[in-house]
């Protein structure tokens, strides 16, 4: 293997490992902050769910739950075990099926935030109700780019990669 093969797989592993400690404080911490009439709630992403589920939105809560608790995990999980199976002849082709998959799962994990963003945005009408990002929101995005950076740095190409290239 290359140095920069090398580099490539050490990176993508700091990055999955950065990104399973980031998730934590991005499903803890209020992702925003929603003032209703005076009312301030601070909402994480599960609070979220929860509140859509109550307002009578189940469907859409289902939705927001998986794009923002479940795929973000099962991504981080996906890349954690192909990472850890890195350099073994153990399930390549599953390996590369599902770092293609994460990868083109990637690109919408982003959506998340942008909806946020908008809805800070537009959700401002003044003393009547208002939307602020809160913290979770940032732990949110670095979750994702986190995924994202490591999905695209390990190419599918080492996965096949069972013993590293001799120098000589």
Not at 101 to 124: C, E, K, N, P, Y
Request: hydrophobic share 55%.
């Amino acid at each position: 293997m290359s140095i920069s093969d090398t580099i490539r797989v050490e990176l993508a592993r700091a990055l999955v490992v950065t990104g399973i400690i980031l998730y934590i404080p991005s499903n803890i911490l209020p992702v925003m902050t929603m003032s209703i009439v005076g009312t301030v709630e601070p909402l994480t992403v599960l609070g979220g769910v929860e509140e859509l589920y109550d307002s009578g939105l189940p469907l859409i809560a289902g939705v927001v739950f998986l794009a923002s608790i479940v795929v973000p995990f099962l991504k981080l999980a996906c890349l954690g075990w192909i990472l850890f199976l890195h350099g073994k002849p153990v399930n390549m082709k599953e390996r590369t099926t599902l770092l293609k998959i994460v990868q083109t799962i990637g690109s919408w994990s982003m959506v998340d935030i942008f909806l946020l963003s908008v809805l800070a945005a537009v959700g401002q009408l003044g003393a009547l109700a208002s939307v602020e990002a809160r913290p979770g929101a940032l732990f949110f995005a670095a979750v994702v780019l986190c995924s994202l950076f490591a999905a695209e740095i390990y190419k599918p190409r080492l996965i096949w990669r069972t013993k590293p290239i001799s120098a000589a």
